[in-house]
């Protein structure tokens, strides 16, 4: 780190997990950042320069040409979320009545002023999980149908998907995220994983009911940071116990989701996630 507090080029590219390349022509083309140069002609950036990235880059996983999303990201450049309290809730208000009378371009509309608004992190903690709770725990109680749930959940899923284009690119560290047999939800691990790349990392996703000897074989071909698992009970893990373990001998793995606890992941070699998957993915280290 140079003086100041500002990161040379490929410190500021590790943190925020764009190629060297690839911010050097954010810079030419659209004026991006404004790194300082020293008397050597080494680019030097700040915080605001980290602060427009992630947001250029936020913009452009919702859907938006690099173009906008660099001039959104310059009109845009405060420390935290612009937006209030209240405009969170009212976006929670429309997505949850545009879902209830299965109107899909306005949930749309709705999940599109939210990811364009707020980043990731506070869009999926403050609206999107408590949302699918909302739906989950209407379903479970009757009062509303599995049409209504699976509608809900796949325009989420739609969604969190487009977000997560291009998640693999950059120079950041990789995690591999999947779900062991059996385990078919999925929404918590890619929204883990989302979080994640706001920080930095790479993601390769394998998604939900994977076997682990297929995890394994990717773990070996891509020598992964950590490999993430996730799993709503710890039977999902438990039926998997010896093949979890032999894999935890060859890579770091961590176990997630409502099924982890710090005794299992103990039992099988590996490191526990336990807790809300999202303040761990902000708090995970390389």
Known sequence: MAAGGR???????????????????????YELVSPERTSGGLRLYSEADERRVRTMRRHINAGLSA??????AKLDDQPEDGAT?????????SLE???????????????????????????LAEVILPFLRRVGERWAAGETSVADEHFASNIISGRLRTLAQGWGEGVGP???LACPPGEQHELGLLSFGLVLRERGWRITYLGADTPIDD????????SPTIVVIAATTPQRFLRSADALTALAAVVRVGLGGAGASHALATKLGAEALAGDLLDVA?????
């Open 7 to 29: 990161l040379r080029i490929g410190e500021f590219s590790r943190r925020v997990g764009e190629s060297a390349l690839l911010l050097r022509a954010w810079e030419t083309r």
């Open 67 to 72: 173009s906008e999303a660099a001039r959104l």
């Open 85 to 93: 309290t209240s405009s969170l809730a009212e976006i929670r208000a």
């Open 97 to 123: 009545r545009s879902v209830e009378s299965l109107d899909e371009p306005a949930a749309q509309a709705a999940l599109d002023q939210l990811l364009i608004t707020f980043r990731p992190r506070v869009a």
């Open 174 to 176: 990789l995690a591999v």
């Open 215 to 222: 995890i394994r074989a990717r773990a070996t071909a891509l």
């Open 282 to 286: 902000a708090t995970l280290t390389p």
